[in-house]
């Protein structure tokens, strides 16, 4: 039997109209708030993927690796990250700050399941060069809109990696176990909490600490009173700095204050964040995994440039699959808009069909000869008009048109088809 390689899948027509329709209020979200496009290839040197902060051990071992016929090391792109720092290394004529957006495939040959594909799409939008808090809301308030545009209730979920590694070493938990200790904790929404502090004792942290780092990712209360809660109980440097950037960026908010929520257990798995953190979550769905989520991630570009020089920058990722899931799919099965029906006047019609066409209305010509087939046809597709073309209807410097959701039928010119059809769409 012929089947899709684990963890891929097709989408037919009904669905794929969905997501590009989903894509397409994305992509008018994101050039709302001056993103441009950017485009790059799928395949990567492996030595860049594999590169100081591009992705950690986790996630390299889920990189599909090839080599060339010349015997290179290469690697399908994991993220969409990786690839706009090397982009970004390798023009430094950039202006800055550079905003753009991607939108594409990648892969990753981890675990299948509910919401989780080997090759899915992402969505990232970036600002790369400035290290200003108002970059960092504004990714916030790009998640807020494009999940609005959907028809989306979303919880957006914020937290800092200094006020992480303040609690950290609150807890008393050492340097070198740190990043296993986000990494498990990453975990939280998916697993719940007994599953992660049965998988930190496993990885040597001590029943004391567990209690301690929980005790203080566990505040509760609104967002300002978990600030206040932590600024009393935790006092270094790195820490105060964490929960004044929490403060400044929930402070530049005001009109999302219900939506947004100071999360300090929140934490990203991957090792290149050194900052904000935010993860998206719908609300009454199915989906329980993040359908948004990134950071500030400053040290990446200039490690994958092997410059030393840091260089500010901040993004989040869309989860499309995910997103796509999650949405209630009753949509048109095809594009077309009008389906020409010829009745012995094939060369009028297929003059007809361009003229529509010319007018920006999809128009598809029937292949079939008769009525009825051809009517059957355009009402399994969902298509909401036919023209039906006759010698009569010619003589006469008119079509009639049917309106397949009412059955309604009336003879017009096709200046006037093409006028009540645009009124439609309009």
Known sequence: MVQNARGTRDFLPQDQIQRQNLIGKLRKTFESFGYSPLDTPALERFETLSAKY?????????????????????GLRYDLTVPLARVVASHPDLKMPFKRYHIDK?????????????????????????????????????????????????EIRLNSVHVLNGIMSQAGIPQEKRQTVILTLDKLAKSGEEAVRDELKEKGVSVEQVNQLFELTNVSGSNAEKLNVLRERIHGTEEKRG??????????????KNKVVFQPSLARGLSYYTGMIVETFLLDSKIESAVCSGGRYDGLIGAIAETGREL?????????????????????????????????????????????????????LAYEKGISKSLDYANSLGIPFCVIVGEREISKNEVKLKNMVSGEEKFLSVNEVIDYIKSIQN
Not at 116 to 135: H, L, N
Not at 246 to 255: A, D, K, M, Q
């Open 54 to 74: 591009a992705g950690g051990e986790e996630i390299l071992n889920e990189t599909f690796k090839l080599n060339d016929q010349g015997e290179r090391n290469l």
């Open 106 to 154: 990648v892969w990753r040959d981890g675990p299948v399941s509910a919401g989780r594909y080997r090759e899915f799409m992402q969505c990232d939008i970036d600002v790369i060069g400035s290290s200003s808090k108002a970059a960092d809301a504004e990714m916030v308030q790009v998640i807020d809109k494009g999940f609005s545009e959907l028809g989306l209730n979303v």
């Open 243 to 256: 929960l004044q950037e929490v403060h400044e960026i929930l402070g530049s908010l005001p009109e999302l």
């Open 312 to 364: 500010p920058a901040v993004g989040v990722s869309f989860g499309i699959d995910r997103i796509f899931d999650a949405i209630q799919r009753h949509g048109a099965r095809t594009v077309t808009q009008v389906l020409i029906i010829p009745i012995n006047t094939e060369k009028y019609s297929q003059a007809l069909a361009t003229q529509l066409r010319v007018a920006s209305i999809n128009t598809e």
